[in-house]
């Protein structure tokens, strides 16, 4: 008899899902001396001091040690309805409002809510990499469908209407996109709202990045349009808006019947948001908004200066400019660049850069990589002083 120990046997599903590029990046920054990332979607702006100055009395005032309501506070539900009328179009009422754990868990939520075993879901490529694990998660099949690159990576809707089948429940994306930076445009994503209705699926819209965009670009949310509501769930999230990623505050919007189905996914994965997290989420959305602005001026002055560096590099890299989110997803054109992920590797062991390797985003993801520009002005500096002369070595 042997005596060699056991152990108790994984999921197969967990074992079969990749470990997030972005995280291994950062992961690997660390055993780095003096590393400047692009790779951490994280502002380098602090949370504002009148949403931070709200959670100190929240604690203070004891409202902070229970629950919430799963669904969330009232008074934030109500806050949310005001702000998605005001600023998406979406008339709401708080029974068709979810606050979730940032976008990512009301997602998972929303997933767990429509998706069956082996049921499809389409994935306009690249795409959020996240996504694609969410959809494996419950079992459901990914389905990428490549977006036009030269085009500023618009929706291909014929490549999207060929890959409906009798499988297909949903179709998931975020608009502005993570990590092309597209912004789909009103005309298309209603285009996709008709697919839905003539095949009756769901369309769940990751609007995380909707105040961040540039050169007259306007994100539209689909969810606005009554004909599509039905078919539509709409996830947001405060933490890019309001420099609030360590917060873990999002939302949902979805019709009021499938609210209390979500709620049950909720409920397993978290209960309710961070109680201190909805206080200060409802002092956010209530609250002043020049910190949007603020926000918006830094990331837009950090594109440019993203792109200008890249336009000096046009021999390595060639890139369609960000229409929003503060992501750019730049083609490496250096033989060395077919491995994505060997590229950014090389990249942080030689120049001591961190980036995040192109290949985890999906079908079309290969060959580039994405750069995020929430950083200080002088790290964007500081990364492409280290590139320029270590790219043009290579």
């Known amino acids: 008899m042997s005596n060699k120990p056991t152990q108790p046997a994984l999921s197969a599903r ?11 990046m950062s ?18 702006s602090g949370t504002p001091a009148h949403i931070n100055a709200a959670a100190i009395e929240a604690i203070n005032a004891g409202h902070c040690s229970g629950y919430s309501p799963g669904l969330g506070l009232p008074a934030l539900r109500e806050a949310i309805c005001a702000k998605l009328k005001r600023d998406n179009g979406i008339t709401a009422d708080p029974t068709e409002i979810l606050v979730t754990v940032g976008a990512i868990e009301g997602i998972t ?8 075993p082996g049921d499809e879901v389409i994935l306009p490529s690249p795409n959020y990499s996240t996504h694609t694990e969410q959809v494996r998660l419950f079992s459901g099949q990914p389905v990428w469908v490549p977006c036009i690159e030269d085009e500023s990576f618009r929706l291909d809707l014929d490549a999207l209407s060929r890959s409906i089948t009798g499988r297909t429940r949903a179709i998931l994306f975020s608009t502005p996109v993570n990590p092309t930076g597209a912004v789909f445009s009103e005309a298309d994503l209603r285009a996709v709202g008709d697919l839905a209705l003539k095949h009756n699926l769901v369309v769940l819209i990751d609007e995380a990045y909707e105040y961040i965009t540039f050169d007259g670009h306007r994100h539209f949310s689909l969810g606005s349009v009554d004909a599509y509501r039905d078919h ?17 505050l999002g939302y949902l919007h979805a019709p009021a019947r499938l609210i209390p189905e979500i709620n049950k996914a909720h409920n397993c994965n978290a209960i309710c948001a961070p109680v201190v997290s909805q206080y ?4 956010a959305i209530n609250g002043p908004q020049d910190c949007v602005g603020e926000f918006n001026a830094k990331y837009a002055a950090a594109l440019d200066k993203v792109c200008g560096r890249l336009d000096a590099l046009g021999d390595y890299f060639a890139y369609q400019r ?25 990249m942080l062991a030689e120049a001591r850069v961190s980036t995040t390797p192109g290949c985890g985003f999906g079908t079309g993801g290969e060959q580039h990589l994405r750069i995020t520009f929430c950083c200080a002005l002088s790290d964007i500096d500081r990364a492409f002083d280290r590139i320029e002369p270590w790219i043009r070595e290579l």
Do not use: E
């Open 27 to 44: 992961a690997l920054a660390q055993q780095v001396d003096d590393p400047v990332s692009l790779s951490w979607a994280k502002p380098a």
């Open 322 to 346: 960000t229409q929003g989110s503060y992501c750019i997803f730049p083609r490496v054109l250096h033989p060395a660049g077919a491995d994505s992920l060997a590229f950014c590797q090389r």
């Open 109 to 116: 939520a929303a997933l767990a809510a429509v998706i069956d």
């Open 232 to 248: 539509v769930i709409s996830i947001f999230t405060l933490t890019k808006t309001y420099a609030m990623t360590g917060w873990r």
């Open 280 to 283: 200060a989420g409802l002092a």
């Open 14 to 24: 967990i074992q079969g899902m990749p470990r997030s590029n972005i995280h291994l």
